[in-house]
């Protein structure tokens, strides 16, 4: 059985969201094909083909005989021409296509499966480029109709699809992301404040900066936690740190520390490698997503994982992310993100009581029972 998938969100420099999540698959499927994998049994005779626009970085998995890199053009409105053309006139064929994307390739002679992260698009329309929205409209549209599966991260994304493209619900699978391996650093407080000059004391929030993250209200919550008569004088060098590559629309979130007078307390990092990220989450004082909709929120529990206790909102899927680790807040009250930091700046307690529930809680999520749960159904869509 071969099973072709679009590799692009994997193939990028910076992985954050689906790219993220794209990669993270595509390492277990490489490793499911190591004999040595306790459940490479399962999935007996079964070859890879990654179809990419650009060849492959050095961090994707390597060539094999049952793992294959296919690079074709051309890269302007690929999954549209170029990826179809090649489908249809290339043999061997694969026998099923994922996408782990919203977009399906146009045509195809096999049957499709794609990934939809979440439909904040629908909900937030006045969030999104007019370009950016009308095409994961139009084009999530088309490839959720003619996709066999759908695959997503949540339970209330899975619900948000039913609603929105009446899909069947054996057809929309949900499985919960993992938590990227990475090696536990053994970067010092002191290391990490001389690398990105960042105070002693500070709070975290890691995601791409873009309006749905909320993070121009998070802001200004920050300037009422630090102007707040009882914490003036005791927290001089708290400091926010934002971590997260440029999205879209994000011209007033990073206008909004002058704006709300905190200029100096606020530090945006566009990029940390993958051996700081993890220092990052465990010597902040707390973690906070404000989001006003997530697919599931997946900093979340990786800052569970580093020790790091969590501020998160009270919607979407987002209390499925921190069960019963985190702190909620509602997403657009200003008044209420400040209280809640507030309350965990001052409760040293109440931190520890989080950090060891966030330990328990992430036992349940995992990259590899996420990617044998995806191989499973590929298999079942191949087979017809």
Same mark, same amino acid.
């Given at each position: 059985m071969i099973i072709g998938i679009d590799g692009n969100e994997a193939n990028q420099e910076q992985k954050v969201g689906i790219s993220e999540y794209a990669y993270q698959l595509l390492l277990q499927f490489k490793e499911i094909l190591n004999p040595k994998s306790q459940i490479s049994? $399962?999935?007996q005779n079964i070859k890879f083909q990654i179809y990419l626009k650009d060849k492959p970085r050095k961090d994707m998995p390597t060539e094999s005989e049952n793992w294959k890199y296919v690079v074709l053009g051309p890269k302007k409105f690929w999954t549209q021409i170029g990826l179809p053309f090649n489908l249809f006139t290339h043999f061997p064929r694969p026998d099923v296509f994922f996408s782990p994307t919203h977009y399906a390739p146009r045509l195809s002679p096999m049957p499709t499966a794609i990934a939809i992260m979440d439909v904040s698009y629908l909900h937030f329309p006045e969030l999104f480029a007019k370009k950016d929205l009308y095409q994961l409209r139009a084009w999530t549209g088309y490839s959720a109709k003619k996709a066999a599966r759908i695959f997503t991260?949540?339970?209330s994304s899975k619900d948000d699809i039913l609603k929105q &493209?009446? $899909?069947s619900p054996e057809d929309v699978v949900v499985t919960y992301p993992g938590i990227k391996e990475s090696v536990m650093s *053994?970067?010092?407080k002191k290391q990490l404040q001389k690398k990105f000059d960042i105070s002693e004391n500070y709070i975290l929030f890691v995601g791409t900066i873009q309006p749905r993250k909320n993070i121009e209200r998070l802001i200004e919550a920050f300037a009422q936690l630090k102007n707040s008569s009882r914490l003036r004088s005791n927290n001089k060098d708290l400091e926010l740190v934002i971590v997260g590559k440029k999205g879209w629309l994000y011209e007033?979130?990073? /206008? /909004?520390?002058?704006? &709300?007078?905190?200029? *100096?307390?606020v530090k945006f990092l566009e990029f940390v490698s993958n051996e700081d990220l993890p220092a990052l989450y465990t010597h902040a004082l707390f973690f906070v997503l404000p989001s006003l909709y997530e697919g599931f929120g997946l900093p979340v529990v990786e800052a569970m994982k580093y020790g790091c206790p969590v501020i998160t909102s009270n919607v979407s899927s987002l209390p499925e992310a921190g069960g019963d680790a985190a702190l909620y807040v509602n997403p657009e009250s200003v008044e209420d993100i400040a209280g809640a930091m507030e309350k965990l700046l001052g409760n040293t307690k109440l931190r520890e009581q989080l950090v060891k529930k966030g330990y328990e809680h992430i036992k349940q999520f995992s990259w590899e029972k996420a990617a044998e749960k995806t191989l499973e159904v590929l298999q079942e869509v191949a087979k017809g």
């Amino acid at each position: 059985m071969i099973i072709g998938i679009d590799g692009n969100e994997a193939n990028q420099e910076q992985k954050v969201g689906i790219s993220e999540y794209a990669y993270q698959l595509l390492l277990q499927f490489k490793e499911i094909l190591n004999p040595k994998s306790q459940i490479s049994n $399962k999935f007996q005779n079964i070859k890879f083909q990654i179809y990419l626009k650009d060849k492959p970085r050095k961090d994707m998995p390597t060539e094999s005989e049952n793992w294959k890199y296919v690079v074709l053009g051309p890269k302007k409105f690929w999954t549209q021409i170029g990826l179809p053309f090649n489908l249809f006139t290339h043999f061997p064929r694969p026998d099923v296509f994922f996408s782990p994307t919203h977009y399906a390739p146009r045509l195809s002679p096999m049957p499709t499966a794609i990934a939809i992260m979440d439909v904040s698009y629908l909900h937030f329309p006045e969030l999104f480029a007019k370009k950016d929205l009308y095409q994961l409209r139009a084009w999530t549209g088309y490839s959720a109709k003619k996709a066999a599966r759908i695959f997503t991260i949540s339970q209330s994304s899975k619900d948000d699809i039913l609603k929105q &493209y009446n $899909k069947s619900p054996e057809d929309v699978v949900v499985t919960y992301p993992g938590i990227k391996e990475s090696v536990m650093s *053994d970067v010092t407080k002191k290391q990490l404040q001389k690398k990105f000059d960042i105070s002693e004391n500070y709070i975290l929030f890691v995601g791409t900066i873009q309006p749905r993250k909320n993070i121009e209200r998070l802001i200004e919550a920050f300037a009422q936690l630090k102007n707040s008569s009882r914490l003036r004088s005791n927290n001089k060098d708290l400091e926010l740190v934002i971590v997260g590559k440029k999205g879209w629309l994000y011209e007033p979130i990073l /206008a /909004a520390p002058e704006k &709300y007078n905190v200029s *100096d307390s606020v530090k945006f990092l566009e990029f940390v490698s993958n051996e700081d990220l993890p220092a990052l989450y465990t010597h902040a004082l707390f973690f906070v997503l404000p989001s006003l909709y997530e697919g599931f929120g997946l900093p979340v529990v990786e800052a569970m994982k580093y020790g790091c206790p969590v501020i998160t909102s009270n919607v979407s899927s987002l209390p499925e992310a921190g069960g019963d680790a985190a702190l909620y807040v509602n997403p657009e009250s200003v008044e209420d993100i400040a209280g809640a930091m507030e309350k965990l700046l001052g409760n040293t307690k109440l931190r520890e009581q989080l950090v060891k529930k966030g330990y328990e809680h992430i036992k349940q999520f995992s990259w590899e029972k996420a990617a044998e749960k995806t191989l499973e159904v590929l298999q079942e869509v191949a087979k017809g």
